[in-house]
């Protein structure tokens, strides 16, 4: 006899999250939460902008605080101290804007949003976000990372399972929510849903599966004319925190559906990557096709839809793939300037930190028997945060 379809969908619903409930409370210890391994002298002379040699000087003239020691009595640093060096190297240089790369004047130097963008799933999307939030953070940056996807993935990075744990509350969703009818309840402050993390200048705006609720209450809001539009949901919603960081950066979900469409307009800048295969790039083509329409509405009747930069990012790019080669190039011809000269490459290294809900940045190097392959990996997100910085800067008005 046929039964209810929604019966089943429940059913399936909430055994599996009770199993991964389970599984979770057997595989990590309660309240366990990450923490970032320490750096080494070169990584943290490359994250603070000066040579080996000026770390080594000021530690020996006693200007910055001494670390702990390592194995060949090698200094080890954490994400912390690298931080709390900089800010020490600041006060005493003839130039401390060498150390501050951040907003300098909230008045006249805006905090910068950047959507990373795609129209299908696995184009590398949140494994850039990810790379390159952690990077700029380390960098010196104070960075917002806001999860747009009801899936989640780049949430999971930061050592939660948004399926319990933003399963009910606490997403991108609290914060963007149109009012209830019934119950009149609205959205929360951003303030409330923002998450800190173990990396120092890095907090999140987790996703969760509620955030595909947005999706299906937009048109309902619009037909009772409810403000803020669409449009101006996530914009709106960073307004409280506009003076507390540099940079914001919002993994969208792979569609072009409300939230996406609310993130462009939030954002003055959009990356979108592209993997350099025929398949890709017809998605990618679709994707331009529908957004162009959609920002054209959108600007033509409420005037949003400007921005500083758009940039395609070769993503998951394997250089040993003769296509791949021949279509990257095709791109860079095809589009000049707008696609970044570092692409983010291909890498087991990437694939096999993700296991574990690491970045490459996050691996202990001295663990690792593949050194060589997470070394050229880090240097490709270097790349890409370096070539980041330098519009991140023009946008201050500053040379890079």
Not at 129 to 138: E, F, K, Q, R
Not at 157 to 176: K, R, V, W
Not at 262 to 272: D, E, K, T, V
């Amino acid at each position: 006899m046929a039964e209810a379809l929604h019966e089943h969908l429940t059913g399936f619903a909430s055994d599996l999250t009770a199993a991964l409930k389970a599984l979770s409370e057997s595989s990590f210890a309660p309240h366990e939460v990450k923490t970032l391994r320490s750096f080494s002298a070169g990584e943290a002379s490359y994250y603070l902008g000066v040579g080996d040699g000026y770390l080594r000087k000021a530690h020996h003239e006693g200007r910055i605080p001494d670390v702990e020691m390592g194995p060949g009595n090698r200094r080890k640093y954490t994400a912390e101290q690298i931080d709390q060096i900089r800010h020490v190297l600041a006060e005493t240089a003839k130039n401390p804007n060498q150390f501050r790369p951040g907003r300098r004047d909230l008045a006249t130097e805006d905090m910068q949003v950047w959507a990373f963008v795609n129209f299908k799933g696995g184009s590398g999307k949140t494994s850039t976000a990810i790379h390159t939030a952690h990077a700029l953070s380390l960098r010196g940056y104070k960075v917002l990372v806001a999860d747009c996807d009801p899936q989640a993935s780049l949430t999971t990075f930061f050592g939660y399972q948004p399926e319990i744990d933003f399963f009910d509350s606490g997403s991108l969703y609290d914060a963007i929510r149109y009012r209830d009818q019934e119950t009149g309840e609205g959205p929360k402050p951003i303030t409330d849903i923002i998450r800190k993390t173990y990396f120092p200048n890095l907090d999140l705006v987790p996703g969760g599966i509620q955030v595909a609720e947005f999706e299906h209450e937009t048109p309902s809001a619009l037909s009772r004319g409810e403000l803020p539009v669409f449009f101006d949901k996530i914009r709106d919603c960073l307004k409280p925190v506009r003076d507390e960081y540099d940079i914001v950066i919002l993994d969208c979900p792979p569609q072009l559906g409300y939230v996406t469409l609310s993130a462009i307009c939030a954002a003055r800048n959009i990356l979108m990557t592209i993997i350099p295969e025929r398949v890709d790039m017809a998605s990618a083509a679709q994707f331009l096709n529908m957004a162009s329409s959609l920002t054209e509405v959108l600007h033509e009747n409420a005037g949003v839809g400007l921005f500083d930069n758009f940039r395609f990012l070769l993503s998951r790019y394997d250089t040993s793939v003769a296509t791949q080669v021949d279509l990257a190039s095709f791109l860079k011809d095809l589009f000049g300037d707008a696609v970044m000269k570092a692409p983010f490459l291909k890498s087991s290294a990437v694939s096999e930190a993700g296991i574990s809900q690491q970045t490459v940045l996050e691996v202990d190097l001295t663990e690792v028997k593949n050194r060589k392959t997470y070394e050229r990996a880090i240097h490709s997100v270097h790349e890409i945060v370096e070539e980041m910085e330098t519009m991140i800067q023009a946008n201050w008005g500053r040379s890079a």
